[in-house]
């Protein structure tokens, strides 16, 4: 089912069931306060399910009502504010006042990752692809799924740069049903090891 209709959960529920079913836990015991937290949502989505334990910052959270949009990034010792590596989109996902928030996505910045079009039913070998800026770029695709022990599919490393340049890539995954699968692209190895992400949700073929 949707968040709010239009969007894909990527993370951390899978469906409204998953939701009433922490929502009841949280009434009754308090668990997972942090998913009524926007900044740490999203911190979680990055570390914990991309594992990117660098990325440890939220550097900026924007408020929309139902909406949130985190950016999120890290420090190096090259300069003195932390470093974005992408905005992460989240919204609250059901209903009434402790509706928790769930990742759907990022925005689009100078790495973009535009193909598979969001939401699309994604079959295996899967085609990806978005523009980037920069210089000497390296990039990672992962397909990551709910609930498994590591990615179902990968490449890497696609080499790439320019200034708004074009960037492709094919990674075969292994498809499970009944699941949103996250698509993630990242690059870095200047200062970090990963300095920027893009991610986007699709539907397995079956």
């Keep these: 089912m949707l968040v709010a209709g239009h969007y894909q959960p990527l993370w951390p529920f899978s469906g409204p069931e998953e939701v009433a079913a922490w929502q009841r836990a949280h009434r009754e015991n308090g668990t997972g306060a942090w998913h009524l937290d ?43 504010r932390p470093l974005v590596a992408a905005v992460v989109h989240l919204v609250r996902y059901g209903t009434g006042e402790d509706a928790p928030w769930e990742v759907v996505g990022t925005d689009d910045t100078s790495f973009t990752l535009t193909r598979p079009s969001y939401g699309a039913t994604a079959g295996s070998p899967l085609t990806v692809g978005g523009r980037i800026t920069g210089v000497d770029e390296s990039i990672r695709i992962q397909v990551l799924r709910p609930g498994s022990g590591g990615p179902a599919g990968e490449e890497c490393c696609v080499p790439a740069g320019g200034e708004d340049a074009p960037w492709s890539a094919r990674v075969a995954y292994a498809a499970v049903p009944g699941r949103t699968l996250t698509v993630v692209a990242s690059t870095g190895g200047h200062v970090a090891t990963v300095e920027r992400f893009a991610v986007t949700g699709v539907l397995p073929p079956y």
């Design 38 to 80: 926007a900044r740490r949502t999203a911190l979680a989505f990055t570390r914990d399910y991309l594992g990117f334990a660098e990325i440890d910052q939220a550097v900026k959270t924007v408020l929309d009502g139902r909406h949130a949009r985190v950016h999120v990034g890290f420090r190096s010792e090259e300069v003195r």
